[in-house]
Each structure stands twice: as structure tokens, then as C-alpha cells.
């Protein structure tokens, strides 16, 4: 049993999709409050906002990880999350800040559904690759 660098790649991507577990559950919820207007656009933007670049971030940061450790295949299960990721930015509206969520157009009947939809699907890739990542570690923990 052998601390490698991929066994931390492992441990530590398994820490941080927790936290992008919390954000996608975050998402969620907050575009649940406003589809039953239990919040404002507005408000809700802007909690949504700041937290767009450190899940994007994040999510880019345990896969450089998988790189430097040689995790081919877990890099390519990653890929297609981080090519949505970068789409979605470079095609976010116009706006001061850094989001890509806009009160004006959040409240329309289909960008809401959409945006709930991902947040469920994140989740649902988050959850995966959290298991997959602890898989992962383990095996990587007891190879000899």
C-alpha cells in the first residue's frame, strides 16, 4: 500500500465533487425558489453568480490533476462536462460581472426549466463520479 500522487489526485477530487455536489444541490434549490416565487431574480442571480467560476474551476482543477497523474480515462469521463462548462461560459450574456445567469431572461418559463434540468443532471454526474472517484482511490490505495 503506497501513497501515490494518483491516490491524492483520487482523494482529493472525491473532497472537491463534494463541494460541487453542494453546489449543484444549491443550484437546484435556488431555481426551485424561483420557479415558486419564493425569491426575487435579482437576488437570486446574484447568489447564483459568484459561484459559477469556482464550480467551473473546481471542476477544471481535479481533472488537471488526472492529467498530471496519467488518468486517461477519468479525464475523458470528465471531458464532456468541461467542454458544456466552457460553452456555456463563452456563450453567457452579456452582463458586469463574471455570471451567466440573467434576471431579466431567468424568469422565462423554458431558461428556467432548462437551468433546474442541469442542475439535476450535474448532480446526478457529481454523484457518479464521487462513487467512481472512491472506487478510484481505493483501488489505486491497495495496488501493489
Not at 425558489?33 to 469556482?54: A, M, R, T
Request: glycine share 4%; with cysteine.
Amino acid at each position: 500500500m503506497s501513497f501515490t500522487f494518483v491516490a491524492f489526485a483520487y482523494l482529493a477530487a472525491l473532497i472537491l465533487t463534494a463541494l460541487l455536489i453542494f453546489f449543484a444541490i444549491w443550484h437546484i434549490i435556488a431555481f426551485d425558489e424561483l420557479k415558486n416565487d419564493h425569491k426575487n431574480p435579482i437576488e437570486q442571480c446574484k447568489s447564483l453568480n459568484p459561484l459559477i467560476i469556482p464550480e467551473y474551476a473546481t471542476h477544471i482543477f481535479i481533472n488537471l490533476l488526472f492529467l498530471l497523474g496519467g488518468q486517461w480515462f477519468t479525464l475523458f469521463l470528465n471531458m464532456p462536462l468541461i467542454a458544456y462548462h466552457l460553452n456555456k461560459f463563452r456563450t453567457r450574456p452579456v452582463m458586469s460581472g463574471l455570471g451567466i445567469y440573467d434576471p431579466t431572461s431567468i424568469m422565462n418559463a423554458q431558461s428556467l426549466n432548462t437551468a433546474q434540468r442541469e442542475g439535476w443532471i450535474k448532480l446526478g454526474f457529481y454523484m457518479i463520479t464521487f462513487f467512481y472517484y472512491l472506487y478510484g482511490m481505493i483501488a489505486e490505495l491497495i495496488r501493489d
